[in-house]
C-alpha cells in the first residue's frame, strides 16, 4: 500500500487532532506496517497444510517402497524402510486432531489404465484431501519444483495399481505397542503380495522360526489379506477361520432376503459384529482392498444395509475382482460428479448399468435398484447443463459427442437412459424459467411433466409454479418483492429443487438493482425449509465456484447460511445483519448441519482461504481509498460480509472455520496491522473493533483453557487499542474484548 502520511505544521495538527483527525491517534513508539496479516496467517496455514499433505504423499510412498523393495529375510533394509516410516507417522500422530487414520483409494475416474499415470488416487486423513491435482496446485502455490511431489505421487500410485491394490486403510498408531503392530502388519501384508506373485504359501519368521502359513480365502473363494492378516494376528491357524468365514458367508447368504440388517459389506467386516469375536481378536490396524472404504471416509460410520447390499452385488458382479467393483461403485455413490467431463459420465452410466441388470434378477432386487437409482440421479444433477449437451441417446446407447479423438459409445440401462434424458431435457425448460424473468416465454407440456419430475410434484403444480414465479416479475423484468413474500408459503411444495433454482438461476437474471431486495426475500424462505442442508450445499458450492471474486451476493450467501445451521432461525430478526447473540448458545445448533459444513469446506479449503483472501484485500483497498468504481462493494458491505463470514465460521467450525479466524485474529488482534492505518480506519474504528470482537468469540468457542495462550497477544495490547479511540462506544468494545477474553481464558466462554 501507498503511504498516505500528511505533513502538517503544529497548529494545523493541533486542530486537525481536535477536530478528530487520524494521525494524532497513531501510537507513539509503535511502527505500523504495511503487511496483511490475514493474508500471512491464511498463508501460513496454508503452509501448514501443505506440509501435511507432503507427507501424506511421503507416507504412500513409504508403503509403496515396502510393498516393492521390502525383503523379510534382510532385516538390516527392513530396519531402516521401517525407520522411516515411523519418523512419519510420528508426524501423524501430532496431528491426531485432525484425524485418526489415512484413507487411500483409487477414484476410478476412467476405464483408461493409463489413465493411472496421472495419479488416479486419493489420500484422505481426516478432511484433508490430496490428489494428483491438489499436489499440482500445491507445488506451484509453494513456488518449488512440481516434479518432485507429483513423480513421488505417481511412483507410490503405479505401485499400489501394479499389485492391485485400491484402497489401503491404516489407524494412526497411538502408543509404542499400536505402532509394533502396525508395522508387523505390513510385514504380513508384504508376505502376502510376496506369496500371491509366487503362487506359494507365506513364509515369514515367527519366534525366530520360519513359518509357512496357507492365505485365507474370502467369500468369492479369493485369497484375501485381511482375513489373513487377521489370522496370522491373532494366532489362528488358517483353516480354523476359512471355516469362520463359510460359516457367516451362509449367514449372510441367508439373511440377504430376510428384514435382518446387514451393514456389511464383506464377511471381513461381519466378523467384528459378533460379540463372542470382538472380545477374543485383534482388530488389524491396516486393511487393504476393504471394499468399503469406496464407499466410507470415516472409521466411525457404518455403512446402510442398503449400501452393504450394493457394495456386496457389485462385488458378485464383478467376480470380486476390487479394481472393477471400485470404479462400478464409483458410479454410484461418487463424490465428484461436478468435475467429471460427457466421457467419463458416460462410462460410469454404462457400469451402473451393467449393475442395474444383475439387480433385476435378484430377489431383494427392487430394493437395492431404488438404492442405485436414487443415489446416481441425485449425482447426475451436480453435472452441468454443458455435459449433458455432449451426451447423446441413441435408443438405449449412449454417445459422448464431445470433440475427442474418440468417443465412447456403450449400452445402458432403460432407467438410466431415461434420466439421461430427462436431464437434458432440464437444462432446456431451466433456461425457459430463466427467461420468463424478463420476456413471455411459452412452455409445453413436455416442460411441465420435466419440472414435475424434477421438483417431485403433480404436473398441476408445476404449471402452478410457473404462474407463482411469473407474477413476481412485470413485463420489464423488474422484481416484486410484496408478491414473491405473499407467495413463499405456496414455495414449501417445491422444497426439493426451489432454492437451488432460485439461487443459481433467477438471482443471475434479474436486473442489479433488484438483486438485494430478492437476496432478502430468500431468508424468510430459508425460515421455512425442512432440508437445510440440500440449500447449504448450493451457498457453499458457491462460494467456493467464486472464490477469487467479491460480490454481493457473498454477504447473502453467508448470511443465510448462518440461518441454515439454527432450528430456530427465527430468533435472528434482522434481515440486514446477523446478530452476535447467535454465537451465545449451541441449543439451537444443528450439530448434523454444521458438520456438513466443516467437512464441505475442509475438502474445498484453498477455495475459502482464497474467498476470505479476496474479501479482505478488497476491504484495504477501499479503506485506503484505491476502489472508486461505485458499482462494487463499498466499506460499509465489505465489513459486513467480513463479518457474516466470521460469525458462521464460528459458529460451524472445524479445520477451515478456526483457520480463517486464527489468521483474522492475526490481522484484528493487533493495533500496529495495516488495517488499522487506512485513510478511513479511524471512521470505521467501531466497525474494525466489533470484528475484533466477534473473532475473539468465536475462537472462544473452539478452544480450551489449555489453548487460551492463543488469545494472550491480545490481551497484552487492549491498552493500545485504547488509545487509539475517540469515543465511548469504541472504549466499551474494548472493554468487552476484554470480558470474553477473561471469559475464555477461565473457561466460561460462551
Given amino acids: 500500500m501507498e503511504n498516505k502520511d500528511i505533513q502538517i505544521d503544529s497548529a494545523a495538527q493541533s486542530l486537525y487532532a481536535d477536530l478528530g483527525g487520524i494521525e494524532e491517534r497513531r501510537l507513539k513508539g509503535v511502527s505500523f506496517d504495511q503487511a496483511d496479516r490475514l493474508a500471512q496467517g491464511l498463508q501460513e496455514e496454508q503452509r501448514q497444510y501443505d506440509a501435511l499433505r507432503s507427507w501424506m504423499s511421503r507416507l504412500v510412498y513409504q508403503i509403496s517402497v515396502c510393498l516393492q523393495q521390502l525383503d523379510v529375510s534382510k532385516g538390516g533394509a527392513e530396519k531402516i524402510l521401517f525407520a522411516e516410516l515411523e519418523r512419519i507417522l510420528r508426524i501423524f500422530r501430532k496431528s491426531q486432531h485432525i484425524g485418526k487414520s489415512v484413507l487411500i483409494r483409487y477414484r476410478g475416474a476412467s476405464q483408461n489404465p493409463d489413465a493411472m499415470k496421472k495419479g488416479d488416487y486419493e489420500i484422505i486423513f481426516g478432511n484433508i484431501m490430496l490428489s494428483y491435482e491438489v499436489a499440482q496446485t500445491m507445488s506451484k502455490r509453494r513456488g518449488v519444483d512440481v516434479s518432485e511431489l507429483t513423480d513421488r505421487m505417481e511412483k507410490s500410485f503405479e505401485a499400489l495399481w501394479t499389485q492391485g491394490i485400491t484402497n489401503i486403510f491404516l489407524k494412526i498408531p497411538r502408543q509404542a505397542n499400536d505402532l509394533k503392530r502396525l508395522l508387523a502388519s505390513l510385514k504380513i501384508i508384504v508376505c502376502f503380495y510376496e506369496a500371491q506373485q509366487k503362487n506359494t504359501p507365506l513364509t515369514f519368521v515367527r519366534g525366530g522360526k520360519p513359518v509357512n502359513y496357507n492365505p485365507v480365502n474370502n467369500e468369492f473363494n479369493m485369497p484375501d489379506p485381511n482375513l489373513t492378516l487377521l489370522a496370522i494376528l491373532n494366532g489362528l491357524p488358517s483353516e480354523k477361520l476359512q471355516s469362520i468365514v463359510q460359516k457367516i458367508d451362509q449367514w449372510m447368504q441367508k439373511s440377504a432376503s430376510s428384514r435382518t440388517s446387514l451393514r456389511f459389506a464383506s464377511v471381513y467386516d461381519a466378523i467384528f459384529s459378533f460379540k463372542k469375536f470382538q472380545k477374543k481378536i485383534i482388530q488389524p490396524p491396516i486393511e487393504v482392498n476393504n471394499i468399503k472404504w469406496m464407499i466410507m471416509y470415516k472409521e466411525e460410520k457404518q455403512l446402510s444395509k442398503k449400501k452393504a447390499q450394493v457394495a456386496r452385488l457389485a ?401 497484552t495490547r487492549l491498552g493500545l487499542f485504547s488509545q487509539m479511540t475517540s469515543t465511548i462506544h469504541e472504549k466499551d468494545i474494548i472493554q468487552q474484548i476484554q470480558v470474553h477474553i477473561e471469559d475464555t481464558v477461565s473457561g466460561n466462554a460462551s
Fill in 315 to 715: 462385488m458378485d458382479q464383478t467376480g470380486g475382482s476390487t479394481v472393477q467393483t471400485s470404479r462400478v461403485l464409483r458410479g454410484v455413490y461418487g463424490d465428484d460428479y461436478a468435475r467429471i467431463d460427457s466421457q467419463q459420465v458416460a462410462e460410469r452410466l454404462q457400469m451402473t448399468s451393467q449393475l442395474l441388470d444383475n439387480i433385476e434378477e435378484k430377489e431383494e432386487g427392487k430394493e437395492i435398484e431404488t438404492e442405485v437409482l436414487d443415489n446416481v440421479e441425485k449425482r447426475l444433477g451436480k453435472v452441468s447443463d454443458t455435459v449433458f449437451d455432449n451426451l447423446d441417446m441413441i435408443g438405449n446407447e449412449i454417445q459422448d459427442t464431445s470433440p475427442k479423438k474418440e468417443s465412447f459409445i456403450g449400452k445402458i440401462n432403460n432407467k438410466i437412459a431415461g434420466m439421461v434424458g430427462f436431464y437434458k431435457r432440464r437444462s432446456v425448460t431451466k433456461k425457459k424459467m430463466t427467461e420468463m424473468v424478463h420476456q413471455a416465454i411459452d412452455f409445453n407440456k413436455q416442460d411441465f411433466k420435466t419440472l414435475a419430475r424434477d421438483f417431485n410434484v403433480t404436473v398441476e403444480e408445476a404449471k402452478n409454479l410457473i404462474q407463482l414465479l411469473k407474477q413476481c416479475f412485470d413485463e420489464n423484468g423488474n422484481f416484486r418483492r410484496s408478491i414473491f413474500v405473499n407467495i413463499i408459503p405456496d414455495l414449501d411444495l417445491y422444497e426439493r429443487r426451489i432454492f437451488d433454482f432460485l439461487w443459481h438461476n433467477v438471482k443471475e437474471a434479474l436486473h442489479q438493482k433488484d438483486r438485494p431486495a430478492f437476496l432478502e426475500c430468500l431468508q424468510l424462505l430459508v425460515e421455512r425449509l425442512k432440508q437445510p442442508k440440500n440449500s447449504m450445499s448450493v451457498l457453499l458450492e458457491d462460494i467456493a465456484k467464486n472464490a477469487n471474486v467479491v460480490r454481493f451476493a457473498d454477504q447473502k450467501a453467508f448470511m443465510l447460511s448462518n440461518r441454515l445451521v439454527r432450528s430456530k432461525s427465527q430468533e435472528i430478526v434482522s434481515y440486514q445483519i446477523t446478530p452476535e447473540d447467535v454465537l451465545m448458545a449451541d441449543k439451537s445448533l444443528m450439530r448434523q448441519i454444521t458438520n456438513y459444513a466443516a467437512w464441505k469446506m475442509d475438502r474445498n479449503q484453498e477455495k475459502f482461504f482464497e474467498k476470505i483472501r479476496t474479501i479482505h484485500h478488497r476491504l484495504l483497498q477501499n479503506l485506503d481509498g484505491e476502489n472508486e468504481d461505485t458499482r462494487l462493494l463499498g466499506i460499509r458491505e465489505l465489513l459486513v460480509l467480513e463479518r457474516e463470514a466470521y460469525i458462521f465460521f464460528a459458529l460451524v467450525g472445524g479445520n477451515t472455520g478456526r483457520s480463517v479466524l486464527l489468521s483474522a485474529l492475526k490481522e484484528y488482534g493487533n493495533p500496529e496491522s495495516e488495517i488499522y492505518q487506512m485513510i478511513s480506519s479511524q471512521m470505521y474504528l467501531a466497525d474494525l473493533l466489533q470484528l475484533l470482537k466477534i473473532i475473539v468469540r468465536g475462537i472462544g468457542r473452539h478452544i480450551d483453557s489449555t489453548e487460551s495462550d492463543i488469545l494472550g497477544p491480545v490481551r
